[in-house]
C-alpha cells in the first residue's frame, strides 16, 4: 500500500471516528500501540491461522497472498513465538526468506515483513515446530 493510500485510509478512519461512526470492535486489544495505528488497524482483520506441530511453515501447503489491506505482513501468536516471512516468485518456487527471524509477543500484533507489494506471495517460518495458533494480517 502506498503512503497515499495509508494517509487517505488513516484520514477517513479518523474522520469516522471523530463522528463516532468507528468503534473499537474490529480490532482485538493490544492491536498497534505505535504511531500509523489508525491504519494498522484498519487491516487487521483477524484472519486465523492453526499451524499443526511437526512443520516450520504457515501455511503448509499454498502461499498466501498480500491484498491492499495492509502495506506489512503482520502475525499475532497465541505465544510467544519466532517468526521470519519467506517470498515466493509469481510461479511460486521459493525466491527468499527474510535474514532473521523476528519475536512475537503472545496476543499482540507484531510487523514481519513492512512495505510489501500487494499481490506478493508468501509463507510465514517460525523458528519451532511446536503448534501454534493466532491471527494473520496482510
Known sequence: MSIRKRFVAAAMTSALAGAGLVGGTAVTAG???TQ???TAQACYQDWTY???AGTRFLPENY???TTDNCADINIKTGTSRTVRVCFYASGGGLNYCQSSYKTTTANQWKVIAS???DGTKFRFEFSSTAASTGYRAH
Open 50 to 52: 492453526n499451524k499443526p
Open 31 to 33: 492491536a498497534a500501540t
Open 115 to 117: 512495505d510489501v507489494l
Open 36 to 38: 500509523g495505528d489508525v
Open 63 to 65: 502461499l498466501y497472498i
